[in-house]
């Protein structure tokens, strides 16, 4: 059974940080790429970063130069750190692991985690 694992989440000043942490279990974890994702109350869910099997990143405009997404195979697990919060970051932050074959894509998703910014 796959799980995704995230924590980290909490209230935070603006201007403050936070590291969130997806640890991944009952997948092969290295060839997935593994994202976060944020959904805000009445609004879809948006990708925020993410990070393929070769290291290659991915992040929305709105968090370029702010957010870093690691990943640590031998751990299973990825990383978001946050920085120079805003506000508007507030939201449920959810990790994706996504992988892509000749036949189907798979796609899992963990439970969320609540980030709060406060001005």
């Known amino acids: 059974q796959v799980q995704l694992v995230e924590s980290g989440g909490g209230l935070v000043q603006a201007g403050g940080s936070l590291r969130l942490s997806c640890a991944a279990s009952?997948?092969?974890?290295?060839?997935?790429?593994m994202g976060w994702y944020l959904q805000a109350p009445g609004k879809e869910r948006d990708m925020v970063a993410n990070?393929?099997?070769?290291?290659?990143?991915n992040y929305a405009d709105s968090v370029k130069g702010r957010f870093t997404i690691s990943r640590d195979n031998a751990k299973s697990t990825v990383y978001l750190q946050m920085n120079s919060l805003k506000p508007e970051d507030s939201a449920v932050y959810y990790c994706?692991?996504?992988?892509?074959?000749?036949?189907?894509?798979?796609?899992?998703w963990g439970q969320g985690t609540q980030v709060t910014v406060s001005s």
């Open positions: 990070i393929t099997h070769d290291v290659t990143t």
């Open positions: 009952g997948i092969i974890f290295s060839p997935n790429t």
């Open positions: 994706n692991a996504r992988r892509t074959t000749l036949f189907r894509t798979y796609d899992y």
